[in-house]
Antibody, heavy 117, light 111 residues
């Protein structure tokens, strides 16, 4: 069974850091681009960042460039999102998703990040 | 950035009746490779989104055939031929032709 399980969310103060993880199973992780999507409370979906299957290419939404870093360890079937200089507007549920068919075909259950003092 | 605009934002429907949601992009979604990278996703309350339609009209594995996608260029439509109770939730269109952007979502609810 294809599964994505996020972890690492929590409450952090503005300016703080957090590292999200996504554990993949049930498919050949190293063959797929992977992505992070977030959803602020009561709001819609927002693409955050993605990374190529071998880690050689990554992209970010403008508002997180320079603050967030996406990475992966294929040997451990793991995806990460290092989030620094967090702001209140980064508060959201963060989903990891697999990219296939030029879409996001598999999603995790999400992990909640709350940035507040 | 490509802006995706969905209409309506809310759609009360009767069980067994059809429903449709429109999505318009601010630029053509035809990629230089000739494909149109427009997807539709469905999110039930408290759940992650799930893929319904990819490349404008291709139904994803396991998606009931009452769901269909159509459109080209900048105008797209998701249709549900006969709404069932499990179809409630929010529907999003998403383009991946130029970076990735979502529509604001359309809430489908039962009358």
């Amino acid at each position: 069974e294809v599964q994505l399980v996020e972890s690492g969310g929590g409450l952090v103060q503005p300016g703080g850091s957090l590292r999200l993880s996504c554990a993949a199973s049930g498919f050949s992780f190293s063959s797929y681009w992977m992505t992070w999507v977030r959803q602020a409370p009561g709001k819609g979906l927002e693409w955050v960042a993605n990374i190529k299957y071998d880690g050689s290419d990554e992209s970010y939404m403008d508002s997180v460039k320079g603050r967030f870093t996406i990475s992966r360890v294929n040997a451990k079937n793991s995806l990460f999102l290092q989030m620094n200089s967090l702001r209140a507007e980064d508060t959201a549920v963060y989903y990891c998703a697999r990219e296939d068919l030029k879409s996001f075909d598999m999603w995790g259950q999400g992990t909640t990040v709350t940035v507040s003092s | 950035d490509v802006v995706m605009t969905q209409t309506p934002l809310s759609s009360p429907v009767t069980l067994g009746q059809p429903a449709s949601i429109s999505c318009r992009s601010s630029q053509s979604l035809v990629h230089r490779d000739g494909n149109t990278y427009l997807s539709w996703l469905h999110q039930r309350p408290g759940q992650p989104p799930r893929l319904l339609i990819y490349k404008a009209f291709n139904r994803f594995s396991g998606v009931p055939d009452r769901f269909s996608g159509s459109g080209a260029g900048t105008d797209f439509t998701l249709r549900i031929s006969r709404v069932e109770a499990e179809d409630v939730g929010v529907y999003y269109c998403m383009q991946t032709t130029q970076s990735k952007t979502f529509g604001q979502g359309t809430k489908l609810e039962i009358k």
